[in-house]
Nanobody, 119 residues
Framework: VRLVESGGGSVQTGGSLTLSCVASGLTNSDYCMGWFRQSRGKKPEGVVTVDSDGNTVYADSAKGRFTASVDNADANKTLILRMNNLGPQDTALYAC????????????WGQGTQVTVSS
């Protein structure tokens, strides 16, 4: 399984960004994909997970501002995260993760994409 992320960047407070994660080789009927982030000096945290049944779980910090979806239109699976009303607290390295179970473990990781929100 290979995960390739894109879409990070720099925005001002209140701005929006869309992150994409293309998963190739994730062929299991059961799978989980998610976005995770780590800010400088803080522990990694989950932002959102989506499983193959469509169950989506957001972190409290993401609820109402972030929207995740999975596109299965082609042989790859693409996890999209639309982030609105961003604030400096959202500045972090965002990494895409995937697993072949139902979100009980993440087995594969992308390299990450930086999101920086300036005040």
């Amino acid at each position: 399984v290979r995960l390739v992320e894109s879409g990070g960047g720099s925005v001002q407070t209140g701005g929006s960004l869309t992150l994409s994660c293309v998963a190739s080789g994730l062929t299991n009927s059961d799978y989980c994909m998610g976005w995770f982030r780590q800010s400088r000096g803080k522990k990694p945290e989950g932002v959102v997970t989506v499983d193959s049944d469509g169950n989506t779980v957001y972190a409290d910090s993401a609820k109402g501002r972030f929207t995740a979806s999975v596109d299965n239109a082609d042989a790859n699976k693409t996890l999209i995260l639309r982030m609105n009303n961003l604030g400096p607290q959202d500045t972090a390295l965002y990494a895409c993760g995937a697993g072949t179970g139902m979100c009980d473990s993440i087995d594969y990781w992308g390299q990450g994409t930086q999101v920086t929100v300036s005040s």
